[in-house]
């Protein structure tokens, strides 16, 4: 149903008498195509199975008065791995539209949190997705924001910057982050910095029943006692045309009704080294320390891969996550899978 609708839109969007206006020169559809086959063993069981992820993305602009130009963007998964029911839905993981010009970018809609961008590429490379996600007080686990407004400077220089505030859907629940980042380019160096804040919304369900009547009822409460702050700076070096290293540091903590209940900080290192038709090798590292929840752990991996022709990827990779908890079993998994883009 879901693409039988989404064709429908791009039929609609490409017959509209806006797109004969000019908007045909500037429309742009694009995406990628994954699957992966994944083998984990936990220490006690081993198991199987078969990822993959469709993306689409349909982008549009358009030049208006004053050398401005206006934008949109529809950015849909339309098959994934997981069944999360937020990201079901026509445009459920970015809609939004920019105004952009010599002054910036002004982005305004639903859309990812400037720094899990960051965080998750390059950062993020070699399937290290808990740089961005992993941790309680983690601003950027919250991934997407459901309304957000968001400024990107031009380049001023070697630098530029970005600020960003986003909130949720429902009505008065406070759920809201912000987000402020930085760029600094020196040399073959980029410099990264961020500083993020948020405030979720959390609920709690509680179920009542009357013994007398038998009817069940159940109660939602929304509470905005929790409060998450989290600051990074990182760095990318491209040591030669071949070779690429990453370094990052974070650290992030939690409180809930003005108490701490975690603070956690990180370290990850990276390299990519590229060998030209023969095809890549990345590595990474990353050690997680946390004082309210015992999930600290080293993680490490490794990745091979090559172009196969025609945009499209095939890779292998071996990952170690090894919990420092007492008593705790390392994790093993073995991925190798293809990706191609359009």
Same mark, same amino acid.
């Given at each position: 149903?879901?693409?039988?609708?989404?064709?429908?839109?791009?039929?609609?969007?490409?017959?509209?008498?806006?797109?004969?206006?000019?908007?045909?020169?500037?429309?742009?559809?694009s995406?990628?195509?994954?699957?992966?086959?994944?083998?984990?063993?936990?220490?006690?069981?081993?198991?199987?199975?078969?990822?993959?992820?469709?993306?689409? &993305?349909? $982008?549009?602009?358009? @030049?208006? =008065? +004053?050398?401005?130009? %206006? !934008?949109?963007?529809?950015?849909?998964?339309?098959?994934?791995?997981?069944?999360?029911?937020?990201?079901v839905?026509?445009?459920?993981?970015?809609?939004?539209?920019?105004?952009?010009?010599?002054?910036?970018?002004?982005?305004?809609?639903?859309?990812?949190?400037?720094?899990?961008?960051?965080?998750?590429?390059?950062?993020?490379?070699?399937g290290?997705?808990?740089?961005?996600?992993?941790?309680?007080?983690?601003?950027?686990?919250?991934v997407?924001?459901?309304?957000?407004?968001?400024?990107?400077?031009?380049?001023?220089?070697?630098?530029?910057?970005?600020?960003?505030?986003?909130?949720?859907?429902?009505?008065? &629940?406070? $759920?809201?982050?912000? @987000?402020? =980042? +930085?760029?600094?380019? %020196? !040399?073959?160096?980029?410099?990264?910095?961020?500083v993020?804040?948020?405030?979720?919304?959390?609920?709690?369900?509680?179920?009542?029943?009357?013994?007398?009547?038998?009817?069940?009822?159940?109660?939602?409460?929304?509470?905005?006692?929790?409060?998450?702050?989290?600051?990074?700076?990182?760095?990318?070096?491209?040591?030669?045309?071949?070779?690429?290293l990453?370094?990052?540091?974070?650290?992030?903590?939690?409180?809930k009704?003005?108490?701490?209940?975690?603070?956690?900080?990180?370290?990850s290192l990276?390299?990519?080294?590229?060998?030209?038709?023969?095809?890549?090798?990345?590595?990474?590292?990353?050690?997680? &320390?946390?004082?309210?929840?015992? @999930?600290?752990?080293?993680?490490?991996?490794?990745?091979?891969?090559?172009?196969?022709?025609?945009?499209?990827?095939?890779?292998?990779?071996?990952?170690?996550?090894?919990?420092?908890?007492?008593?705790?079993?390392?994790?093993?998994?073995?991925?190798?899978?293809?990706w191609?883009?359009?």
């Amino acid at each position: 149903m879901q693409r039988k609708t989404l064709a429908l839109i791009i039929a609609s969007l490409a017959s509209t008498p806006a797109f004969a206006d000019g908007w045909t020169d500037v429309f742009k559809l694009s995406g990628s195509a994954e699957a992966n086959y994944i083998v984990t063993d936990n220490g006690t069981t081993t198991s199987s199975e078969l990822d993959r992820a469709l993306l689409l &993305n349909i $982008d549009a602009s358009k @030049d208006i =008065a +004053g050398g401005n130009k %206006l !934008g949109a963007r529809i950015s849909q998964k339309i098959a994934t791995g997981e069944t999360v029911e937020n990201k079901v839905g026509i445009g459920s993981r970015e809609a939004y539209v920019t105004l952009s010009g010599d002054f910036g970018t002004v982005k305004a809609g639903r859309a990812f949190i400037n720094s899990y961008l960051t965080l998750d590429w390059p950062f993020g490379q070699v399937g290290f997705w808990p740089v961005a996600e992993g941790g309680a007080g983690k601003v950027t686990s919250k991934v997407y924001l459901p309304n957000t407004l968001s400024y990107q400077s031009p380049a001023l220089g070697n630098f530029s910057f970005s600020a960003q505030h986003g909130w949720g859907n429902e009505k008065h &629940n406070k $759920d809201s982050v912000y @987000d402020l =980042a +930085g760029t600094l380019t %020196l !040399g073959k160096a980029t410099l990264y910095a961020g500083v993020l804040g948020g405030k979720p919304a959390t609920k709690t369900k509680e179920t009542k029943a009357n013994l007398t009547t038998g009817v069940v009822s159940e109660t939602t409460t929304v509470t905005n006692d929790t409060e998450n702050s989290q600051q990074y700076l990182a760095a990318s070096v491209g040591v030669s045309d071949d070779l690429t290293l990453r370094a990052m540091v974070q650290s992030y903590k939690q409180e809930k009704a003005g108490k701490q209940t975690n603070k956690g900080s990180e370290t990850s290192l990276g390299l990519t080294y590229t060998m030209g038709k023969a095809g890549y090798i990345k590595a990474a590292y990353m050690n997680q &320390n946390n004082t309210g929840v015992a @999930d600290d752990y080293s993680r490490f991996a490794v990745q091979y891969g090559r172009d196969i022709g025609g945009g499209a990827e095939w890779y292998a990779r071996l990952t170690k996550v090894a919990p420092k908890a007492s008593g705790a079993k390392d994790t093993n998994q073995f991925l190798t899978g293809v990706w191609i883009g359009f």
